[in-house]
Nanobody
Framework: VQLQASGRGLVQPGGSLRLSCVTS????????IGWFRQAPGKEREGVGC????????YYKDSVKGRFTISRDSGKNTVYLQMSRLKYEDAAIYYC???????????????????WGKGTQVTVSS
């Protein structure tokens, strides 16, 4: 199982950016995929995730309405579309996979079984 996040960028506040998580080694809709972020001096936190099977999505409260997760099984890729970005969204973003998810468990770092390397998101004017 491998995951690789990409889409790093520098955006102004209010701008948009899309991150991609390309996966391999498993059937995408069999696992839940979560997006996490870690800002300097802070703990890593779950931002949003998409569950296995029908792919219900879940979000951290502070990004609801601004971030959207989607899944393209044909491309083995999960996307994190971020809009109306704020300074506090700046962080290294990671994608991770959970083998046995239930509800919004894929938002919990401790539940994730596989991790990809992070990609940097910078929000600056």
């Amino acid at each position: 199982v491998q995951l690789q996040a990409s889409g790093r960028g520098l955006v102004q506040p209010g701008g948009s950016l899309r991150l991609s998580c390309v996966t391999s080694g498993f059937t995408l809709d069999r696992l839940a995929i979560g997006w996490f972020r870690q800002a300097p001096g802070k703990e890593r936190e779950g931002v949003g995730c998409i569950g296995s099977g029908p792919g219900n999505s879940y979000y951290k409260d502070s990004v609801k309405g601004r971030f959207t997760i989607s899944r393209d099984s044909g491309k083995n890729t999960v996307y994190l579309q971020m809009s109306r970005l704020k300074y506090e969204d700046a962080a290294i973003y990671y994608c991770a996979a959970e083998t046995f998810d239930y509800g919004n468990s894929c938002l919990k770092e401790s539940r994730m079984d596989y991790w990809g390397k992070g990609t940097q998101v910078t929000v600056s004017s």
